[in-house]
């Protein structure tokens, strides 16, 4: 299946739609189909998402009666997305024609529920809802599946903390008791959706990058955390003391701009300079503490792979220390 | 509320027959089920959150630890979802794929047996338990000799094989499959037509295969309705198209035909693993990668790639950026999840002890139902 992907050119919208595998189910559905698309060899079709239902139900008839999965994908931080912040996938199968397809709908948080189309949906339904939050309009049940009744937050969106939250108790003492669990006698509706809370993060997740030289002086260092590693801070930009601040540039033009600067500003320069955090500390801060002593291992750059770890030894070495 | 003679009942989660951390909140009329509604997430661990959060290869042990008795069909399925995504898919040496199918089957036998063990002892039959794991730890034993490890293999990498087949292993899978048919005919001749099996299990939890389909449940129990459907034989990947294999349906979709497709399917998976013994022979030892970058960043994109593991269809969705080594959403289309939704309708109407046959005939894996 892949091999025929990767050797006939990309086909357009149009083209797609009129693929015989899906052309009786898209001209039922009209205006519905707002796009299609094709990526190693998988169909793709977008639905607006308030007729979702009837498309599902025309494709059902047209020999799709097999709904294999339904997922959500939360958008928000997809580089360059605009859309709506959910998508919702709905991979179907053809004992027919022996192929699949994907319908797929873009919203901002409710879907009308396709499980008077199919019984299966019921649960994917729920999942969906338990991670991602997202509400079937009309499932006869949607309550959570995974996580427990009275949980606040929903894991898979992108801006709940990869770390957890603890059940909530240290972030919302007032709606969770110490020690964990929901509140007794919670039935889950009187609590904050995690999302929407707007102050800072006590314990967990993400800190803002700008705060961590003042936690680090305050001797609060924060425990590395590798799975920031893939994220760029606001503060990565060239200033004038340091002018390779500039996760675009190349190492050696970072350490040409560095190589009259101390060994701080050699480390500094070494680094991947995105002030991901992944180490404990931003790019400055890792630097004056492997200059000072303060941390012996030159290893901790995550984004910067082998190369920032070996100049970091190289210059460590250089430098005598 | 309830009538006189109902009553409700916790079946679980801490019970040796719900195979894991299954509860099953029960409405009885005496000894009949009414209304069963399974309650799971016990064993949640965020597996697709933490998918998210590293790059693609790490991924691998995480797959084993989803279904655990499975972990070499969660591997295939995930490599081969990745090099989907990445197009690499035709650039597997044939060595590697045969490996793979090798390495499958003998988790497909070893699943099989598992569940067989539990099943005949949920229901009350002790010996095939210890016949089983007979069988099953010489399974064990080849996994243990190829990679090291006995449960979470972690034993294939995106765009191949990590290590090639040690010294004297297929001789030792050679020695195994031969008698491995003769250890499936003991099994039969203690249940196939034991009185009290049949009755535990012929007419117990059926499902037509339409009511299947519209429930979305695949593997064994899909093929216990008569439908012949496999995705070995439907979608065919890795070298299965090259492989002589037959698909076993039931006729009923009760349990004992669910049972007797599981039978005749290990059977099965010992034929293809013996064409596969001369097949990976006349390979070139050694070439088991495909020349790929070490550094996994796939273009950006979304694919579903599902496999035929021993529970049924699993299916991986990744959606990629194209600018991370990370997927930027991985989810996971667990079998065992989407047929255990229809236990409150093969188990409507039958008595409680059936209840413990349904769980053991489904074959869930709480792993892999919970992620």
């Known amino acids: 299946m892949a091999e025929t992907a990767t050797a006939s050119p990309a086909r357009t919208a149009d083209e797609i739609k009129r693929d015989p595998l899906v052309a009786a189910a898209v001209a039922r ?55 709506a912040r959910y998508g919702v996938a709905y991979m179907l199968y053809s004992f027919r024609k022996n192929a699949r397809i994907r ?34 309009d009309g ?42 669990g929901p509140k007794a006698g919670s039935t889950g509706k009187d609590v904050k959706d995690v999302n929407m809370y707007k102050g800072e993060w006590k314990h ?57 600067g101390s060994l701080k500003d050699k480390l500094f320069a070494a680094m991947a300079q995105t002030d991901c955090t992944a180490c404990g500390w931003d790019c400055e801060g890792y630097a004056a503490a492997l200059a000072t002593g303060e941390s012996k291992d030159p290893t901790l750059c995550v984004p910067g792979e082998a190369e920032t770890e070996m100049k970091l030894k190289e210059l460590l070495a250089a430098a005598g220390t | 509320m309830f009538d006189v003679h109902e009553m409700e009942v916790n079946f679980g989660p801490q019970h040796p027959s719900t195979h894991g951390v299954l509860r099953v909140l029960l409405k009885l009329d005496g000894e009949r089920i009414i209304d069963a509604k399974p309650i799971i997430g016990y064993l949640h661990r965020g597996t697709e959150k933490l998918f998210e959060n590293m790059p693609y290869p790490q991924c691998i042990p995480h797959t084993d630890r989803m279904d655990y008795v499975a972990a070499a069909t969660n591997n295939l399925g995930f490599v081969e ?42 229901i009350g039959a002790m010996t095939p338990f210890f016949y089983c794991f007979r069988e099953r730890e010489q399974v064990l034993d080849l996994f243990e000799t190829y990679c090291g490890a006995r449960l979470t293999l972690n034993c294939m990498r995106i765009g191949g094989m990590p290590d090639d ?28 037509n034991n ?24 593997g064994p129990p899909l093929r216990g309705t008569g439908l012949e459907w496999d995705l070995r034989r439907a979608q065919p990947y890795e070298c299965y198209s090259d492989l002589k294999f037959e698909i076993p349906v039931g006729k009923n979709g009760d349990t004992y035909d669910r049972y007797l497709v599981r039978m005749a399917e290990m059977r099965q998976s010992n034929r293809i693993l013996r064409q596969c013994i001369p097949m990976v022979k006349a390979t070139p030892a050694g070439d088991i990668k495909a020349k790929i970058s070490r550094v996994i960043r796939p273009p950006e994109g979304e694919v579903y790639h599902s496999i035929e593991s021993p529970k049924g269809e699993l299916g991986y969705y990744i959606v990629s950026d194209g600018k991370t080594q990370n997927a930027y959403r991985l989810r996971v289309r667990p079998p065992s999840f989407v047929n255990l939704q229809a236990l409150p309708v093969m188990a409507k109407g039958h008595l409680v002890s059936d209840l413990v046959a349904l769980i053991g005939t489904i074959d869930i894996v709480l792993g892999e139902v919970d992620r």
Not at chain 1, 106 to 135: L, Q, Y
Not at chain 2, 98 to 120: G, K
């Open chain 1, 103 to 136: 319908l797929k709908v873009f919203s901002d948080g409710v879907v009308p529920s396709v499980t008077s189309v199919w019984k299966t949906a019921n649960w994917h339904e729920r999942e969906t809802f338990d991670m991602m939050g997202i509400r079937f």
């Open chain 2, 195 to 218: 009185r009290i099996w049949k009755r535990r299990t012929v007419g117990v939890g059926v499902i037509s295969p339409e009511e299947a389909i519209e429930w979305g449940i695949t």
């Open chain 1, 204 to 260: 967990y997740g993400t800190w803002p990058a700008a705060s961590i030289s003042a936690r680090a002086k305050a001797g609060t260092q924060q425990p590395p955390a590798p799975e920031l590693a893939s994220q760029v801070a606001e503060t990565a930009k060239p200033t004038e003391e340091a002018p390779w601040h500039d996760p675009e540039m190349p190492m050696p033009q970072r350490l040409d701009l560095a190589k009259t």
């Open chain 1, 139 to 180: 499932h006869p049940n949607l309550e959570r599946i995974l996580m427990w009744e009275g949980f606040n937050g929903h894991p898979l969106r992108k801006d709940f903390p990869v770390r957890g939250i603890d059940t909530g108790a240290r972030i919302y003492p007032e709606v969770f008791p110490e020690g964990g």
């Open chain 1, 29 to 83: 559905s009209g205006e519905a189909i707002t796009g299609a698309k094709e990526f190693a060899g998988e169909i793709t079709l977008n639905v607006a998402a308030d007729r979702i239902r009837e498309v599902a139900a025309a494709f059902k008839e047209d020999g799709f009666s097999y709904l294999v999965d339904l997922t959500g994908v939360d958008y928000s931080k997809y580089p360059g997305w605009t859309g």
């Open chain 2, 165 to 192: 087949l040690p010294p004297g292993w297929l001789d030792d899978l050679e020695a195994f499959t031969g008698k491995f048919e003769a250890a499936v005919d003991e099994y039969e001749s203690l249940l196939t």
């Open chain 2, 81 to 122: 979802t990745v090099e989907k995504l990445m197009g690499i898919t035709g650039q597997i040496p044939k060595r590697a794929q045969i490996m793979r199918v090798m390495l499958s089957e003998l988790q497909r036998i070893s699943s099989h047996l598992l569940w067989l063990a539990t099943h005949a002892i949920d």
